[in-house]
């Protein structure tokens, strides 16, 4: 079984490397100090589990993940205990472990992926994170918050950010307007102009070149009028 490794501290690659050797059957093809390097890798290589990262400067593990097509089996490896949870929400993630690293807890989670690749492969979407249905995860202070897609009203571009305005509260998230948008369910939100994305099911008022959506007015652009027409149920 090999491996390869993502952690930008080189202190935290060199111990990984030490508990690896310690398992007769894992062997470490290859270390990173970051994901752009790792991902090319993969590109040209398979390999069968990552122990990976969770926080990274300008890359997170998550976004990692979610880069990933047709990800291997995933240990995440970090000193924030609060993710735990959030992090089995990703299909290709197996375990999870908290630094320090004791050398029975990594067996123990070796064990895990090899229990996880004698089962038969679980489906993941092309992102590489988990078909959750009704939920979408957002990073926000290196913590992940569950959105159900149903409390989301509207999404807006803001530069290298976009604004998430939901039934109870909005937020900011340092993303993309196209990268969320791949992640929503298209019979429910529709873009109507290149800064915003709708949930198609909040409108309450249409007119001339805007949409009422709560007590949000937001533009429509030419472009994707048609689009907004042809899903109306006009009488």
């Known amino acids: 079984m090999n491996c390869i490794i993502i952690d930008d501290e080189a202190t935290a690659r060199a111990i990984m490397v030490q508990l690896c050797g310690n398992i007769p059957d894992l062997d470490v093809i290859e270390e990173f100090s970051g ?13 069968d589990v990552i122990f990976l990262d969770l926080h990274m400067p300008g890359f997170t593990g998550v976004d990692f993940v979610q880069t990933l097509k047709n ?6 490896t970090t000193s924030d205990t609060d993710f735990a949870v ?3 929400e990703y299909e290709a993630i197996v375990d999870y472990l908290v630094k320090p690293i004791t050398l029975e807890r990594f067996e123990k989670s070796v064990q895990k ?17 988990s078909q959750v249905g009704e939920d979408l995860y957002i990073n926000i202070d290196r913590r ?5 897609f149903n409390d989301i009203q509207l999404i807006e571009a803001k530069g290298d950010y976009i604004d998430i305005k939901t039934e109870k509260e909005p937020y900011r ?4 307007l196209k990268k969320i948008k791949a992640k929503l369910p298209e019979e429910t939100f529709l873009q109507i102009h290149r800064s915003f994305i709708i949930n198609f099911t909040k409108i309450i008022d249409i007119e001339d070149n805007s949409v009422l959506i709560e007590k949000s ?3 429509i652009s030419r472009s994707n009028r048609p689009e907004l027409m042809r899903r109306l149920n006009l009488l």
Do not use: C, D, W
């Not at 994901?35 to 390999?47: C, D, S, W, Y």
């Not at 992926?113 to 994170?129: C, E, I, L, W």
């Not at 998230?173 to 993309?176: A, L, M």
């Open 113 to 129: 992926v090899k229990n996880a690749m004698v089962r038969q492969p679980s489906s993941v979407s092309p992102s590489g994170a």
């Open 173 to 176: 998230v340092h993303t993309t």
């Open 217 to 219: 007015v937001v533009p």
């Open 71 to 76: 990800p291997p089996k995933i240990v995440m």
């Open 144 to 148: 992940l918050i569950k959105l159900k």
């Open 86 to 88: 959030s992090a089995y």
């Open 35 to 47: 994901a752009m390097e790792a991902i090319k890798f993969l590109n040209q290589h398979t390999v």
